[in-house]
């Protein structure tokens, strides 16, 4: 047994009851656990601001001790943790949203990270969900399906492309933002011919050409319409202006 000079309880002299002290010859710290804390929280409400600026202080010039602690801490305690940050986020919803928002401003990198494993997460189950919905309804999956091909043509023939490609193994990737800032750079007409019919995606260097090297990425991609999609068949961008041009179009 051990008794604390602060409170004058005799107590079990643990670690449990007594902070770890290598200095001494028991090695254990001679206030106990209940005391130390209150007057270290009696001090923190005295000086509370000069203890958090002296803490700043040291935190930020090394910051990975404490780090490491905080980890191994919720690692050991992972329920009481998140109990613990529920509890201050409802009694502090403002702060909470205003700290969240500058961590999002501070760190957009690691924000889209964070967004697309969360993607990834949630997207096999999505997709295991809809493939069931699908199943059980044929003829409603097909009709929504047909409607959404009319309604973005396009995004389409996009999708069937990145398909096509990852079948070939084409480096490079074509997005739905690519495909806006090439309709938009073409005025919605076509790229050899500037009709403004019906748009399709085009390869300079076409996919069926693979010892030319063709790629699936904006810089060897055009939009261009039907006609002269299926005139231009496996001939490249060049070859088929001057084809163009030799027949007087």
Known sequence: MKS????????????????????????????????HNAKQRADRMRRGDEIRRRDKLAYAANPEPKKERSREYQKEHREESREAHQAWRDQNRDLARSA??????????KVRDSHRR????????????QRAWCSKNPEKARAIGAAW??????????????????VLGLPGTLTSADVARMYLAQGGRCFYCGSPAKLTVDHKIPVSRPELLPTNGPENVVLACGPCNASKKDLTTDEFLARRATRGY
């Open 149 to 166: 091909s009319r309604a973005n043509s396009l995004l389409n023939v996009l999708r069937t492309q990145r398909r096509r490609s990852r």
């Open 4 to 35: 604390c000079p602060s409170c004058g309880v005799e107590k079990p002299a643990t670690p449990e009851y007594f902070s770890r002290d290598k200095n001494r010859a028991c090695g254990l710290y001679p206030v106990c656990k209940d005391c």
């Open 118 to 129: 969360t993607r990834r997460k949630g997207l096999a189950k999505y997709a295991a969900k």
């Open 100 to 109: 969240r928002r500058a961590w999002e401003r501070a760190n957009p990198e």
